[in-house]
């Protein structure tokens, strides 16, 4: 299968909590990345951490990466109702492999 | 940021003919270009990597013939659904990496009815 694990599938959370979404992948990678997905729409960009970091920011997003149990998460903290999206981590393979594997996804619904 | 462009945004057509979808990247070169198809919350298969002047390079379970490719400039590439059965239709997705960009900026998508 292409596709790495992300838990849960769906979340369901109210404004203002913070929402967590794990995601697993099969190989070694040189980077993973995290996009978001408005319901029928393209996906946006939101993070990259390289596999040589472990922790990364941006605004209200922090992502870590574990190269050794092959994991990364992602929080959004402070969450509010424009969140809600599906939230898919990518990761690009080492080993000069050119594309991007994308993993099951998280629907994340947050409540006003 | 840069922006992809993706057209039609949905098309309805009958079984057996054929359908073109276009992937424009407006305001940069995009060397290589991918192209997703996505079931209804599932994720992105990918079927198809397609560089620039060159054939494209199928994953493994996508027919060639069935899901024509072609990448003729820095900026279009178009995926082309020929003979279309009620099973292809789909969500497809193009993206583009731009340059030396890590990250890929993704089209709209196009949803694909075959009735």
């Known amino acids: 299968s292409q596709q790495g694990e992300e838990d849960p599938q769906a979340l369901s959370i109210q404004e203002g909590e913070n929402a967590t979404m794990n995601c697993s992948y099969k190989t070694s990678i040189n980077n993973l990345q995290w996009y978001r997905q408005n319901s029928g729409r393209g996906l946006v960009h939101l993070i990259l951490i390289r596999s040589n970091e472990r922790e990364k920011h941006s605004g209200r997003l922090r992502v870590t990466l574990d190269t050794s149990k092959k994991s990364s998460s992602l929080l959004i903290t402070a969450s509010r109702a424009a969140d809600t999206a599906s939230y898919f981590c990518?990761?690009?393979?080492?080993?000069?492999?050119?594309?991007?594997?994308f993993g099951a996804g998280t629907r994340l619904a947050v409540h006003p | 940021g840069a922006v992809v462009s993706q057209h039609p945004s949905r098309v309805i057509c009958k079984s057996g003919t054929s359908v073109k979808i276009e992937c424009r990247s407006l305001?940069?070169?995009?060397?290589?270009m991918f192209w997703y198809r996505q079931f209804p919350k599932q994720s992105l298969m990918l079927m198809a990597t397609?560089?620039?002047?060159?054939?494209?390079?199928?994953e493994q379970g996508v027919e060639k013939d069935k899901f024509l490719i072609n990448h003729a400039s820095l900026t279009l590439s178009t995926l082309t659904v020929t003979s279309a059965h009620p099973e292809d239709s789909s969500f497809y997705i193009c993206s583009a990496r731009a340059g030396a960009e890590e990250k890929l900026f993704f089209g709209s998508g196009t949803q694909l009815s075959v009735l």
């Open positions: 990518a990761s690009r393979f080492s080993g000069g492999y050119n594309k991007l594997i």
């Open positions: 305001d940069f070169q995009a060397t290589t």
């Open positions: 397609s560089n620039e002047g060159s054939k494209a390079t199928y």
